[in-house]
């Protein structure tokens, strides 16, 4: 038997935002986008190695969050 809830895996129960990269390349600009929207999740996410998940490709940001509050704030910061 797990410890772990079953809710804890399911995405439904998670926020998510993407933003995507207009022309599909690694620039500075969007690497240094990443880096600021990272530092921002750190600073303003309490847990934010427990209630968010980020990843970057070349196509997209994607910032999940576990607390609607988180991305609201989220949202108002970074649309």
Same mark, same amino acid.
């Given at each position: 038997?797990?410890?772990?809830?079953?809710?804890? @895996?399911?995405?439904?129960? @998670?926020?998510?935002?993407?933003i995507?990269n207009?022309?599909?390349? @690694?620039?500075d600009?969007?690497?240094?986008?990443?880096k600021?929207?990272?530092e @921002?999740?750190?600073?303003?996410?309490?847990?934010?190695y427990?209630h968010?998940?980020?990843?970057?490709?070349?196509?997209?940001?994607?910032?999940?969050?576990?607390?609607e509050?988180?991305?609201?704030l989220?949202?108002?910061?970074?649309?």
């Amino acid at each position: 038997m797990n410890d772990i809830p079953d809710t804890w @895996w399911d995405d439904s129960r @998670w926020y998510e935002f993407i933003i995507e990269n207009a022309d599909g390349t @690694w620039t500075d600009e969007y690497i240094n986008r990443y880096k600021n929207i990272v530092e @921002w999740v750190y600073s303003n996410v309490d847990g934010s190695y427990k209630h968010s998940r980020w990843t970057i490709t070349k196509e997209f940001i994607k910032v999940k969050f576990r607390y609607e509050r988180d991305i609201l704030l989220f949202t108002l910061r970074w649309s």
